[in-house]
C-alpha cells in the first residue's frame, strides 16, 4: 500500500471508528440516563414540554433516537417506551421506527464505506462453504433481511452491519428495515402508551411481552411468511435435479 493510499483508507474507515468510539463512551457515560427510572422522574416535565411544543417534542425526540441508534447508544428500548409514553401508540411507533431507521442506515453506510465494499469482494472471490452461504444471501435479500429484522434474537446492531458487508443495496436496506421492525416497535411503544398507569401504581413495565404467545405467535408466523420464498425456492432447485 502507497503513503497516498493510507490515509484514503482511514479516512473511509473514519466514521465507522468515530461510531464505535462514541458506542463505548455512550456505554459508560449515558447508563444512568437513558434508564426507566430517569423516564419515570422526569415524565411530568416531558409532557408539559410536549404540550407546550408539539411538533418540536417529536422532531427532536426522532433525532435523539436517530443519534442513540446511530452511535449504538445505550437505552434505545426506553426510548422506545417513550415514544409511546409522548405519543401514544399511534403515531408514537412511526416516530421511533422512523428515528430507528434513520439511524441504521447510518451505521450501515459507514460501515460500508469503510469496510464493505472490500470485504463484499473478498467474500465474492472466495471458494467453498464461505462462497455458498454469501450466494444464498444474495439470492434470497429481500427474505434475509425482513427475517434479521423480525427476528426478536438478533441484536439490530448486527442486523445494522451485516447486510453493508454483503452489497445490499441501499434502498433495499432501508425499505426492509422500516417495515421489518414495525411489528416489534408497536409492541413496545403501546407497553409504552400505558406508562402512566404503570408509574401511577408504582410499578415496573413487563418488557419481555414480546416472549408471549399472543405477541411472539404472529411474529414468528411473519418469520415463516418471509422464510417461505427461501424454502420454496430450495424445493424448486431440487426438483429440477
Not at 453506510?109 to 444471501?137: H, M, N, P, T, Y
Not at 401511577?200 to 418471509?226: D, K, Q, R, W
Request: charged residues 15%.
Amino acid at each position: 500500500m502507497t503513503e497516498a493510499t493510507q490515509p484514503n483508507a482511514l479516512l473511509k474507515r473514519l466514521p465507522i471508528i468515530v461510531i464505535g468510539v462514541v458506542a463505548v463512551l455512550g456505554a459508560y457515560f449515558l447508563r444512568d440516563y437513558l434508564t426507566f427510572d430517569a423516564l419515570a422522574e422526569n415524565r411530568e416535565a416531558l409532557i408539559a414540554f410536549r404540550d407546550a411544543n408539539y411538533l418540536l417534542t417529536v422532531l427532536v425526540f426522532i433525532a435523539i433516537y436517530t443519534v442513540a441508534v446511530a452511535f449504538s447508544l445505550p437505552g434505545a428500548l426506553i426510548l422506545t417506551l417513550s415514544g409511546g409514553f409522548l405519543f401514544s401508540t399511534f403515531p408514537g411507533f412511526l416516530f421511533n421506527v422512523t428515528g430507528a431507521t434513520i439511524g441504521a442506515t447510518a451505521i450501515f453506510l459507514a460501515a460500508r464505506w469503510g469496510f464493505g465494499k472490500q470485504l463484499g469482494a473478498k467474500l465474492e472471490g472466495s471458494d467453498g462453504i464461505v462462497k455458498k452461504i454469501k450466494d444464498g444471501i444474495d439470492e434470497n435479500q429481500w427474505s434475509m433481511l425482513f427475517l434479521i429484522r423480525l427476528v426478536p434474537a438478533v441484536p439490530f446492531f448486527l442486523a445494522n452491519l451485516i447486510p453493508s458487508f454483503l452489497e445490499v443495496p441501499l434502498r433495499r436496506f432501508v425499505i426492509s428495515t422500516f417495515f421489518g421492525i414495525i411489528p416489534g416497535s408497536i409492541v413496545y411503544t403501546s407497553v409504552g402508551a400505558g406508562l402512566g398507569e404503570v408509574f401511577a401504581n408504582g410499578e415496573t413495565p413487563n418488557l419481555g411481552i414480546i416472549f408471549e404467545p399472543h405477541i411472539l405467535l404472529p411474529i414468528i408466523g411473519l418469520c415463516v411468511l418471509a422464510v417461505l420464498p427461501i424454502l420454496i425456492k430450495a424445493v424448486r432447485g431440487k426438483k429440477g435435479l
